[in-house]
């Protein structure tokens, strides 16, 4: 059964079509962000730091480059860049909705340091999960299993922190039960899902080496 059809891409986007693409992904980061915000009043206890955690913040700019994928080519530099593009702005949207949202119908964002961390992080994050949308709806097998990997992963990561660093472990089980979840029901092969799951686990350790214990513990503490 195949999860992922492949798309065979119709004449890219061009100008107008770009531009309103990476509007769309930002509108709906920022209407996202907003949510998030919001979810986390909704959410009882520690699941409240799922609702704005990396791992579903880059759901959103998977979701970005894998619904353009139809719309641009699989391999050139025009897909891939307006796949990260809009990878881009659909997390810079969340970043801006989230704390947006603090700002104005909470009791303020506070220091401005750390929204820009976390905008500086969707610079990085942003494009490369919008790539890997783009890749999950490609003709290449490779390709297909590094994204699935990367967002699978992404879950990895965030239940490491959650039971190494929060000893929260109900948040932690859930995490890894959605990285086995999404290699399973997102790859389109038997190979293919075992070799996202198996990707899934050093993705899930380096990213949480280099995010949490480098970047985060350095900046944020």
């Not at 959410?43 to 913040?57: D, M, R, T």
């Not at 990085?124 to 994204?147: E, K, Q, S, T, Y």
Request: include cysteine; aromatic fraction near 10%.
């Amino acid at each position: 059964m195949n999860a992922s059809p492949v798309i065979a891409p119709v004449p890219g986007l061009r100008g107008r079509g770009r531009v309103g693409a990476t509007a769309l992904a930002f509108a709906g980061g920022l209407l996202l962000g907003g949510l998030t915000n919001l979810a986390q009043g909704w959410l009882p206890g520690a699941w409240n730091q799922i609702a704005n955690s990396g791992a579903v913040w880059s759901v959103a700019a998977f979701a970005a480059g894998a619904l353009l994928a139809g719309r641009v080519g699989q391999g050139g530099r025009g897909g891939l860049s307006v796949a990260a593009v809009a990878g881009l702005c659909a997390e810079a949207g969340l970043v801006v909705g989230y704390y947006g949202y603090a700002e104005v119908a909470r009791d303020g964002m506070g220091s401005l340091f750390a929204p820009l961390v976390w905008l500086g992080m969707a610079f990085v994050a942003g494009p490369l999960f919008g790539v890997a949308g783009l890749w999950w709806r490609g003709a290449c097998p490779r390709r297909r299993v590094v994204g699935v990997a990367a967002l699978g992963g992404v879950f990895g990561t965030e239940a490491i922190h959650y039971a190494w660093v929060l000893h929260y472990a109900a948040q932690a089980w859930a995490c890894l039960a959605a990285l086995v979840l999404v290699t399973l029901l997102m790859g389109r092969t038997p190979k293919e899902r075992a070799s996202s799951l198996l990707a899934a686990v050093p993705f899930s350790l380096t990213a949480y080496l280099v995010l949490y214990e480098l970047i985060l513990s350095a900046l944020l503490g």
